[in-house]
Nanobody
Framework: QLQLVESGGGLVQAGASLRLSCAASGRTFSNYAMGWFRQAPGKEREFVAA????????YHVDSAKGRFTISRDNAKNTLYLQMNNLKPEDTAVYYCAARTAYGLGTDLSEYRYWGQGTQVTVSS
């Protein structure tokens, strides 16, 4: 089973940056396409960004384009989400997830393994 552990969340002011990390273990990380999702209080979990198995193809939701960047380092078994110019509406628990395929996925149902999440809070 693939284990995923997120880190890097915190409380920041609007306009600040954070880099989230997701450390994978238990299986061969490069066998999985990865994604970031988030869930704000009272809302459903939503897709943020996805990356294919080797990192050559990425996709970001419109609200993240130009501000967030997903990347991965297969040698370090780690997924990243660089978040710049954070806004209060970015406040949520952020989850990394892995799907048993090489290509991108944007739907929660496509992902098999999930981390426990890391809280990101952006104050105005």
């Amino acid at each position: 089973q693939l284990q995923l552990v997120e880190s890097g969340g915190g409380l920041v002011q609007a306009g600040a940056s954070l880099r989230l990390s997701c450390a994978a273990s238990g299986r061969t990380f490069s066998n999985y396409a990865m994604g970031w999702f988030r869930q704000a209080p009272g809302k459903e979990r939503e897709f943020v960004a996805a990356i294919n198995w080797i990192g050559g193809t990425t996709y970001h939701v419109d609200s993240a384009k130009g501000r967030f960047t997903i990347s991965r380092d297969n040698a370090k078994n780690t997924l990243y989400l660089q978040m710049n110019n954070l806004k209060p509406e970015d406040t949520a628990v952020y989850y990394c997830a892995a799907r048993t395929a090489y290509g991108l996925g944007t739907d929660l149902s496509e992902y098999r393994y999930w981390g426990q999440g890391t809280q990101v809070t952006v104050s105005s």
